[in-house]
């Protein structure tokens, strides 16, 4: 929704809709962009000397044209609908500069050569615009390079071909036309052909035009990509407006510098305006300063953007990417506009199995596991991602510093899979280990992410990591998580301030034997821990014979690592008979052979497992049960 311009057009309202042009290198995205635009921006079409040397696009593009208001939003307070294209790079090399241009979209057009189909960049920027907004238009280009009497037959076998992609996306069932942007290519004469299909695509881009919600209260979020300077006039920041407005006189801050500046005239597509609201693209003119410090950036309502140090982010795994995304690793971590290294850990709320670790019954036990494994599964694969995508964008998602977490080696992808392994493992395992292990609820993944050097960004606003120092070569997927920014992280000593609250914990077992009984309340045990062990950290703690008795650590026996355990219910009379059995025989023997630990069977054939929880972020490394 455009400002009022001046002159004989001021009372026209436009309705803004930004529409992101995205696709592999020399897929003519640019050349479709040209044949679409009436008006340019400073930027667009290539004009960058490098750009025009190297042929390609190396920033983001930006024009618009104009059209009358489409049949189904006649009842709309507006006069004409203005497209404003952002036309994105495809070289795999700029992909950081492609994530940007994604989130400043309300329409993704991807284009595609159809004598290639989808290419490596094609994928990557389907994941992005997948993940960054909710609507896709595909553009099959360069149908000008087919044959005519094959050209409709390849069009609809490429058609086919991308909407069987696109099932298991939510973007599926999304429209597919076919054009030709710049018959005989880039090289061509522009007068020797004009445009083919270039008519019908502005149709149907029309009627999916929804008005986008543009709301003008809020504090300023301004997302700069270019910034040069007019002599005598000032500095000129052009932009699209994420949030919030922006009037003439307003002070505003740029955020990278900590400098504020006051707006002094703005621009939209070269027309004066007064005043911007959410939504809008324009040139912002403010007192001087030197552009080079500013590439690329955020420019927001004075003290209104924090610096953060680390950050918690609600998170879910690309299916896409291949490799396993392991905790402690380094990923490129894209926060707003800002791409840095960050150090990844991953966790999420426990469910737990039938039993905890007291040997009481759990209130959520194993049967709600494996009814979250065998749950009737989406409708489509298609409905499972809208379904996941809609969760991590719900303003109702929230993180409770209060509760209890999981610690996860790797970031989980499959919820039904996994949940149903585990449980299965669980039920026909023996080892005592697998029943108290407490499955991750994979529905809410989170990460904590540490990074090289402070980063400025709004609160919710859309985080990826990817692997951008991979083989750019390879046909692989770089793109490796993505979610939302649920809690900023602003203090610089936030490891001994805030992480010490923030309760992850890891499982810990051991296993030991017991050696003799005392009494039918006591027993001795060994091999739980080591000689030199402080055995007293560990007394109070719960811990379970093999033969079923549950019993409390009662201290150290002596000074080689044995253990006493006070069994309150003390033993079962089979156990006892066993223990029994075993001190006779063990006193019987003239030289009993001892076994590697020193001791010699039956007694150490009934194990004592320790189980409890080690908080990753506790300074006292305290246990719990």
Same mark, same amino acid.
């Given at each position: 929704?455009?400002?009022?311009?001046?002159?004989?057009?001021?009372?026209?309202?436009?309705?803004?809709?930004?529409?992101?042009?995205?696709?592999?290198?020399?897929?003519?995205?640019?050349?479709?962009?040209?044949?679409?635009?009436?008006?340019?921006?400073?930027?667009?079409?290539?004009?960058?000397?490098?750009?025009?040397?190297?042929?390609?696009?190396?920033?983001?593009?930006?024009?618009?044209?104009?059209?009358?208001?489409?049949?189904?939003?006649?009842?709309?307070?507006?006069?004409?609908?203005?497209?404003?294209?952002?036309? @994105?790079?495809?070289?795999?090399?700029?992909?950081?500069?492609?994530?940007?241009?994604?989130?400043?979209?309300?329409?993704?057009?991807?284009?595609?050569?159809?004598?290639?189909?989808?290419?490596?960049?094609?994928?990557? @920027?389907?994941?992005?615009?997948?993940?960054? @907004?909710?609507?896709?238009?595909?553009?099959?280009?360069?149908?000008?390079?087919?044959?005519?009497?094959?050209?409709?037959?390849?069009?609809?076998?490429?058609?086919?071909?991308?909407?069987?992609?696109?099932?298991?996306?939510?973007?599926?069932?999304?429209?597919?036309?076919?054009?030709?942007?710049?018959?005989?290519?880039?090289?061509?004469?522009?007068?020797?052909?004009?445009?083919?299909?270039?008519?019908?695509?502005?149709?149907?881009?029309?009627?999916?035009?929804?008005?986008?919600?543009?709301?003008?209260?809020?504090?300023?979020?301004?997302?700069?990509?270019?910034?040069?300077?007019?002599?005598?006039?000032?500095?000129?920041?052009?932009?699209?407006?994420?949030?919030? =407005?922006?009037?003439?006189?307003?002070?505003?801050?740029?955020?990278?510098?900590?400098? @504020?500046?006051?707006?002094?005239?703005?621009?939209?597509?070269?027309?004066?305006?007064?005043?911007?609201?959410?939504?809008?693209?324009?040139?912002?003119?403010?007192?001087?300063?030197?552009?080079?410090?500013?590439?690329?950036?955020?420019?927001?309502?004075?003290?209104?953007?924090?610096?953060?140090?680390?950050?918690?982010?609600?998170?879910?795994?690309?299916?896409?990417?291949?490799?396993?995304?392991?905790?402690?690793?380094?990923?490129?971590?894209?926060?707003?506009?800002?791409?840095?290294?960050?150090?990844?850990?991953?966790? =999420?709320?426990?469910?737990?199995?039938?039993?905890?670790?007291?040997?009481?019954?759990?209130?959520?036990?194993?049967?709600?596991?494996?009814?979250?494994?065998?749950?009737?599964?989406?409708?489509?694969?298609?409905?499972?991602?809208?379904?996941?995508?809609?969760?991590?964008?719900?303003?109702?998602?929230?993180?409770?510093?209060?509760?209890?977490?999981?610690?996860?080696?790797?970031?989980?992808?499959?919820?039904?899979?996994?949940?149903?392994?585990?449980?299965?493992?669980?039920?026909?395992?023996?080892?005592?280990?697998?029943?108290?292990?407490?499955?991750?609820?994979?529905?809410?993944?989170?990460?904590?992410?540490?990074?090289?050097?402070?980063?400025?960004?709004?609160?919710?606003?859309?985080?990826?990591?990817?692997?951008?120092?991979?083989?750019?070569?390879? =046909?692989?997927?770089?793109?490796?998580?993505?979610?939302?920014?649920?809690?900023?992280?602003?203090?610089?000593?936030?490891?001994?301030?805030?992480?010490?609250?923030?309760?992850?914990?890891?499982?810990?077992?051991?296993?030991?034997?017991?050696?003799?009984?005392?009494?039918?309340?006591?027993?001795?045990?060994?091999?739980?821990?080591?000689?030199?062990?402080?055995?007293?950290?560990?007394?109070?703690?719960?811990?379970?014979?093999?033969?079923?008795?549950?019993?409390?650590?009662?201290?150290?026996?002596?000074?080689?690592?044995?253990?006493?355990?006070?069994?309150?219910?003390?033993?079962?009379?089979?156990?006892?008979?066993?223990?029994?059995?075993?001190?006779?025989?063990?006193?019987?023997?003239?030289?009993?052979?001892?076994?590697?630990?020193?001791?010699?069977?039956?007694?150490?054939?009934?194990?004592?497992?320790? =189980?409890?929880?080690?908080?990753?972020?506790?300074?006292?490394?305290?246990?719990?049960?």
């Amino acid at each position: 929704m455009a400002g009022a311009s001046t002159g004989n057009e001021a009372a026209i309202k436009l309705l803004n809709y930004n529409v992101g042009v995205l696709g592999h290198v020399d897929s003519g995205k640019t050349s479709l962009a040209k044949a679409l635009s009436t008006v340019a921006s400073t930027a667009s079409f290539d004009k960058n000397p490098q750009s025009k040397e190297r042929g390609i696009t190396l920033d983001l593009g930006f024009s618009s044209f104009t059209v009358p208001l489409p049949e189904h939003l006649t009842d709309q307070p507006y006069d004409r609908l203005q497209f404003t294209l952002v036309d @994105c790079p495809g070289h795999a090399s700029l992909i950081k500069t492609i994530i940007g241009g994604a989130q400043i979209i309300d329409l993704m057009m991807l284009v595609v050569d159809v004598t290639k189909g989808v290419q490596t960049q094609t994928a990557e @920027c389907l994941v992005i615009g997948e993940i960054a @907004c909710s609507r896709m238009l595909v553009v099959l280009n360069k149908i000008d390079l087919i044959p005519e009497a094959k050209r409709q037959a390849t069009i609809e076998k490429m058609s086919k071909k991308l909407s069987k992609t696109l099932e298991s996306t939510r973007m599926a069932g999304c429209q597919i036309v076919a054009v030709a942007a710049k018959p005989g290519g880039p090289e061509a004469p522009e007068a020797d052909a004009a445009a083919q299909g270039v008519d019908k695509l502005i149709q149907v881009l029309s009627s999916m035009v929804t008005v986008p919600q543009r709301l003008a209260a809020g504090p300023l979020l301004f997302s700069v990509d270019h910034c040069f300077s007019i002599r005598g006039q000032g500095t000129v920041m052009t932009g699209t407006l994420l949030s919030g =407005s922006v009037a003439i006189g307003d002070n505003v801050e740029i955020s990278a510098l900590k400098e @504020c500046r006051k707006v002094k005239s703005m621009q939209m597509f070269r027309k004066p305006i007064h005043k911007a609201i959410q939504g809008d693209r324009l040139g912002v003119c403010v007192t001087q300063f030197d552009p080079k410090l500013l590439e690329r950036g955020l420019v927001c309502t004075p003290g209104s953007l924090p610096t953060l140090y680390a950050a918690i982010v609600a998170v879910r795994k690309i299916p896409y990417f291949k490799s396993d995304i392991r905790s402690k690793a380094k990923f490129h971590i894209t926060m707003g506009h800002e791409t840095v290294m960050g150090r990844v850990s991953f966790f =999420s709320r426990p469910r737990q199995h039938a039993t905890d670790t007291t040997g009481q019954a759990s209130s959520a036990d194993t049967t709600g596991s494996a009814a979250a494994a065998t749950a009737s599964p989406p409708t489509s694969a298609a409905a499972a991602a809208e379904s996941a995508l809609s969760r991590l964008d719900s303003k109702e998602l929230m993180f409770d510093m209060e509760q209890e977490y999981v610690n996860q080696e790797e970031l989980l992808s499959s919820l039904r899979q996994t949940a149903a392994s585990s449980t299965a493992a669980a039920a026909d395992s023996d080892d005592p280990r697998a029943q108290l292990q407490p499955l991750p609820t994979i529905e809410e993944q989170w990460l904590l992410v540490e990074f090289e050097r402070p980063v400025i960004c709004p609160h919710r606003c859309l985080v990826i990591g990817s692997r951008l120092d991979a083989d750019i070569h390879a =046909s692989t997927c770089r793109l490796a998580f993505h979610g939302r920014l649920v809690e900023s992280i602003t203090d610089k000593n936030y490891a001994k301030t805030l992480l010490p609250r923030l309760k992850i914990f890891k499982m810990k077992f051991r296993e030991g034997v017991v050696d003799r009984m005392s009494d039918e309340h006591t027993v001795i045990g060994r091999a739980l821990f080591k000689k030199e062990t402080n055995i007293q950290s560990f007394t109070g703690l719960h811990v379970t014979l093999s033969t079923g008795e549950k019993g409390v650590l009662d201290g150290a026996f002596g000074q080689s690592g044995k253990f006493k355990v006070r069994l309150p219910s003390g033993l079962k009379p089979e156990t006892v008979q066993l223990l029994s059995a075993g001190q006779k025989k063990k006193g019987k023997a003239a030289d009993p052979a001892p076994d590697a630990s020193g001791a010699s069977a039956p007694a150490s054939s009934i194990k004592v497992t320790l =189980s409890f929880k080690r908080y990753s972020h506790d300074p006292s490394k305290r246990m719990a049960q």
